[in-house]
T-cell receptor, first 118, second 113 residues
């Protein structure tokens, strides 16, 4: 149980285009989903936290107009990188947290999406 | 505020020898602590977690960690390394029941044959 998927797993796009990454909780409902970014050989940095049905909360330094997050249902959150540039190339990882009371201290991570912007 | 420091960016061991990955944390409250493993180009897999129960926590694949409040440490150990253990390991702290995770810088474990 507690499986999180991401799609696509790998995407290459041209500079200036927009890319949408999906994060799904497959066998549980996620009240909260998180988006992280990981540069090569570095740790994960939290980008934003999204709660179902409300606006995402972005970490300091993360452009909310560039990284659009939508959490329209309890099993799906999307991250759209708008007008992508080569410096947006990174490994994007989502995680999901289940309803309170169901393994409340744990986030379940997706397999990640590698974005390469040419 | 919470923070976590992984004391070694790289650790190299021979297959069959013990593994020690060090982690120190800082937290204003009683934290939850986690160790995750990440294989190349893969997502994160939870190895074990501490959430104020037993201080010695056993995880998957023979790993365990001991929470030492007096030392603010949560070191990860394994008695005998296997080649498949080669990966990146992250120590993670959370103060508010998993709603915000703070990651350490990671330790790359290399296992020599």
């Amino acid at each position: 149980g507690a499986v999180v998927s991401q799609h696509p797993s790998w995407v290459i796009c041209k500079s200036g285009t927009s890319v949408k990454i999906e994060c799904r909780s497959l066998d549980f409902q996620a009240t909260t989903m998180f988006w992280y970014r990981q540069f090569p050989k570095q740790s994960l940095m939290l980008m934003a936290t999204s709660n179902e049905g409300s606006k995402a909360t972005y970490e300091q330094g993360v452009e909310k107009d560039k990284f659009l997050i939508n959490h329209a249902s309890l099993t799906l959150s999307t991250l759209t990188v708008t007008s992508a540039h080569p410096e947006d190339s990174s490994f994007y990882i989502c995680s999901a947290r289940a309803f309170p009371g169901d393994r409340p201290n744990e986030q379940f991570f997706g397999p990640g999406t590698r974005l390469t912007v040419l | 505020a919470q923070s976590v420091t992984q004391l070694d960016s790289h650790v190299s061991v021979s297959e069959g020898t013990p593994v020690l990955l060090r982690c120190n944390y800082s937290s204003s409250y009683s934290p939850s602590l986690f160790w995750y493993v990440q294989h190349p180009n893969k997502g994160l897999q939870l190895l074990l977690k501490y959430t104020s129960a037993a201080t010695l926590v056993k995880g998957i694949n023979g790993f365990e960690a001991e929470f030492k409040k007096s030392e603010t440490s949560f070191h990860l150990t394994k008695p005998s390394a296997h080649m498949s253990d080669a990966a990146e390991y992250f120590c993670v702290v959370s103060e508010n029941a998993g709603n915000m995770l703070t990651f350490g810088g990671g330790t790359r474990l290399m296992v020599k044959p």
